[in-house]
Each structure stands twice: as structure tokens, then as C-alpha cells.
């Protein structure tokens, strides 16, 4: 089973500034298997990054992600209000086919 | 724009079976995957597994023995099953769509299910 692991578990920052979220995986994941969501309270989650760099329809450029092998990276430049959420990588594969990472709580400082 | 709807008893007795049913609001269930995830509240994602148009399934091996996922294209809907259910089933279950390279782009809102007598 291929484990996601996310980092920081939760990440104070204020608006304006970038936040750098990691994702990594207990063993190599293709990178066309990569992807990032985002879920506010209430909410379901929503698509923001696939095949590790490719943004969603209608997200913005301050969204932006990299990686390979193990390690993925999503970044946020210049947080806006909306973006405090909390942020899941998901990766497919062998057996389980689909695991998600545990989740990185951005909050507002 | 296609949207899924979840829908299905939110309250179900422990041992029992819980059935969800998603409905797709376009004729578009026989072009895509269709997969069901689940959050227990307060909690992270777990996948609990995949159909396809044709009625070819997979599933998350921890459920395995006790998920079922059907679909109807008549209906444009597709189903979850989950039998002997427990208090650790406690949660919104969401279903959506499966994308090429196996990511999510489209979610219902999802329904709360409890376990409980």
C-alpha cells in the first residue's frame, strides 16, 4: 500500500503571503497519478491539481504544483481569504488503487 | 453543468446495510468511471472503490468483503452497498467522478450517514 504522508499538518500563514504544501509517497508514483484537492467546511472537495502540475478548469495561476519520484509539492502564492481550507494529495496505484494523504490545515494567522 | 446528487437513509442500525444511490444529472454515466469516497467526520478521504459504464468494479481491499457499487445507465445512477455496518462507518459519503488519469473532478455534496440503534 502506497502511503501519503502531508506536511505540515497545519500551516499558519497570512493573506498575501505563499505556502508550500508536501505530499510524499512511501514508494514512486507516476506522476500522471498525482493530484491535489481542496476542501472548505461544509464542503465537498474540490479538484485543484492533476498529473502533479495541470490546474483544474477555473483555478487560479497562484496555484502550482511539482514533484516526481516521491516527493510533490503544491504551493499557493499570494494566499487570498478564500484559500484557507484544508489541502489533500491523492495518488492512484497498486492495491488500494486510490489513497489520499492525511490533509494539511491552512489557517489564517 | 453535470452535477451528482447523493441520496439514502442517514441513519442506518449497526449490522445492517447501508445503500447510497448517486444520480447524474446529464446522460454522461455511460462515459466515465464513477467511484465513491467517504470521510468519517472530522477526518481524512478514504476511496472504497470504482465502476465503470459496464459494471466492472474495483475496491479498496479493507472494504472489500463488504462493499457492493452497481450502476443503473437507464437511471443514470450508480450505487454503494456497504453491509454489516458499524459506528466506524459513520460518515458523508460522497460519490464522483473518475477522470482519465484516475483524479476526481466532479463531487456531489455529499450525505451523512450514522450508525446507530
Known amino acids: 500500500e502506497i502511503v501519503l504522508t502531508q506536511s505540515p499538518g497545519t500551516l499558519s500563514l497570512s493573506p498575501g503571503e505563499r505556502a508550500t504544501l508536501s505530499c510524499r509517497a512511501s514508494?514512486?508514483?507516476?506522476?500522471?497519478?498525482l493530484a491535489w484537492y481542496q476542501q472548505k467546511p461544509g464542503q465537498a472537495p474540490r479538484l485543484l491539481i492533476y498529473?502533479?502540475?495541470s490546474r483544474a478548469t477555473g483555478i487560479p495561476d497562484r496555484f502550482s504544483g511539482v514533484g516526481s519520484g516521491t516527493d510533490f509539492t503544491l504551493t499557493i502564492n499570494r494566499l487570498e481569504p478564500e484559500d484557507f481550507a484544508v489541502y489533500y494529495c491523492?495518488?492512484?496505484?497498486?492495491?488500494?488503487?486510490?489513497?489520499f494523504g492525511q490533509g494539511t490545515r491552512l489557517e489564517i494567522k | 453543468q453535470v452535477q451528482l446528487q447523493e441520496s439514502g437513509p442517514g441513519l442506518v442500525k449497526p449490522s445492517e446495510t447501508l445503500s447510497l444511490t448517486c444520480t447524474v444529472s446529464?446522460?454522461?454515466?455511460?462515459?466515465?468511471?464513477w467511484t465513491w469516497i467517504r470521510q468519517p467526520p472530522g477526518k481524512g478521504l478514504e476511496w472504497i472503490g470504482f465502476?465503470?459504464?459496464?459494471?466492472?468494479?474495483s475496491y479498496n481491499p479493507s472494504l472489500k468483503s463488504r462493499v457492493t457499487i452497481s450502476v443503473d445507465t437507464s437511471k443514470n445512477q450508480f450505487s454503494l452497498k456497504l453491509s454489516s455496518v458499524t459506528a466506524a462507518d459513520t460518515a458523508i459519503y460522497y460519490c464522483?467522478?473518475?477522470?482519465?488519469?484516475?483524479?476526481?473532478?466532479?463531487w456531489g455534496r455529499g450525505t451523512l450517514v450514522t450508525v446507530s440503534s
Open positions: 464522483a467522478r473518475v477522470r482519465v488519469y484516475w483524479f476526481f473532478d466532479l
Open positions: 446529464d446522460g454522461s454515466i455511460g462515459t466515465y468511471f
Open positions: 465502476i465503470d459504464y459496464s459494471g466492472s468494479t
Open positions: 514508494q514512486t508514483i507516476s506522476s500522471s497519478y
Open positions: 498529473g502533479t502540475s
Open positions: 491523492q495518488q492512484y496505484g497498486s492495491s488500494p488503487r486510490v489513497t
